[in-house]
């Protein structure tokens, strides 16, 4: 796959990323009643509803710098990883399996996206040692 490509498909996951998380923080954060009904029914309390409402703005936001803050990105994305699979777990317990499908769209297509950010920017987590 050319650079070209896993940069269309890197900027197209970011975009449906940011607007998945982006309209999900903007509902925890303004008491959305469905959405606080579904995480509530769930047994999160209310001060962590809005906690992670701050959090999936704020990442949506650096996902969207272009070419900055990549060791944030790489952050924003374990903690949507987080996300997920609490979120999986949490409505296969309570809900059934049926209620998790959103979970499993959203982990294969935040994983594209990941794999494509590794692709198109590769780090190098060794220690420098020059003297």
């Known amino acids: 796959m050319n650079a070209k490509t896993t940069n269309i498909i890197y900027w197209t996951g970011v975009l449906l990323t940011s607007l998945w998380f982006g309209a999900s923080g903007f509902f925890e954060l303004t008491t959305n009643p469905i ?3 579904i995480t509530q029914q769930l047994g999160y309390p209310e ?3 809005y906690l992670l409402g701050v959090f999936k703005v704020a990442g949506v936001i ?3 710098i272009p070419n900055k803050l990549l060791r ?4 924003v994305f374990a903690g ?3 996300d997920i699979t609490f979120a999986f777990f ?3 317990a309570v809900l059934g399996f049926s209620a998790t499908i959103d ?3 959203a982990f294969t297509m935040v994983s594209v996206t990941y794999f494509m950010f590794r692709k198109l920017y590769s780090a190098d987590y060794s220690v420098n040692t020059a003297a």
């Open 90 to 92: 949490s409505k296969l």
């Open 80 to 82: 949507i990883f987080f």
């Open 35 to 37: 959405v606080w009904g």
């Open 47 to 49: 001060h962590f509803i």
């Open 62 to 64: 650096t996902l969207l």
């Open 103 to 105: 979970a499993i769209i």
């Open 72 to 75: 944030l990105k790489e952050w």
